[in-house]
């Protein structure tokens, strides 16, 4: 079985520009979750959608944006980039909220220049 | 505010010199203590879950164990091949699908 897939592995934008990343979680998981993880420091929290519904949110401004599609795919879409959202960008995937186990992609390197 | 302290912040161990890694937690009503490995610029690798204190888990060389307010991670004999990022997680009380990471420990094993 495919694992959680990530696209593209690595991305370099501009200040200002917008900035969409799209994960495939493992098939049969219908809650995806993002993360941010900047270098050094462990994943924080971005969003969680579970059956195409937000069910959580953290501590990221409005420009943080994701959707969940009918197929459970989910994109992270990140508007008026800053230099500071130069990031890991993770995806995780579980068949459910709650106390379930989390199996991550191998995440976007994201570069603002 | 729920937090999540991992220590040390590095640790370099002789090939078979076992030790521990520690993460202690300040949440109220744990939901889920979870262990993770990372690999330099790969995603975290799930390892371990545990529920309530007492509750022991094993992996080849990890032994994970859980009290009300911290969890250990030993590694036993290690090998170089464990070098890794090892990452503990918290589920937020306050939020089912929210988990709380440590900034991890940094495990180098010198052959």
């Known amino acids: 079985d495919a694992g959680v897939t990530q696209s593209p592995t690595h991305l370099i934008k501009t200040r200002g520009q917008h900035v969409t990343l799209r994960c495939s979680p493992i098939?049969?998981?219908?809650?995806v979750s993002w993360y941010q993880q900047v270098l050094g420091q462990g994943p924080q929290f971005i969003f969680q959608?579970?059956?195409?519904?937000?069910?959580g949110r953290g501590n990221f401004p409005d420009r943080f944006s994701a959707r969940q599609f009918p197929n459970y795919s989910s994109e992270l879409n990140v508007n008026a980039l800053l230099l500071g959202d130069s990031a890991l960008y993770l995806c995780?995937?579980?068949?459910?909220?709650?106390?379930?186990?989390?199996?991550f992609g191998q995440g976007t390197r994201l570069t603002v220049v | 505010e729920d937090q999540v302290t991992q220590s040390p912040e590095a640790l370099r161990l002789q090939e078979g010199e076992s030790s521990s890694l520690n993460c202690s937690y300040t949440?109220?009503?744990?939901?889920?203590l979870f262990w993770y490995r990372q690999d330099p610029g790969k995603g975290p690798e799930f390892l371990f879950t545990?529920?309530?204190a007492g509750e022991e888990k094993e992996k080849e060389r990890l032994k994970a164990t859980l009290t009300k307010k911290e969890s250990f991670l030993h590694i036993t004999a290690p090998k170089p091949e464990d070098s890794a990022t090892y990452l503990c997680?918290?589920?937020?009380?306050?939020?089912?699908?929210?988990?709380?990471f440590g900034s991890g420990t940094r495990l180098s094993i010198r052959p």
């Open positions: 995780a995937s579980s068949f459910r909220t709650g106390n379930t186990e989390a199996f």
């Open positions: 098939s049969g998981h219908k809650s």
């Open positions: 959608y579970y059956e195409k519904e937000e069910r």
């Open positions: 949440v109220s009503g744990l939901r889920g």
């Open positions: 545990l529920y309530s």
């Open positions: 997680a918290v589920q937020a009380p306050s939020s089912a699908s929210k988990i709380i």
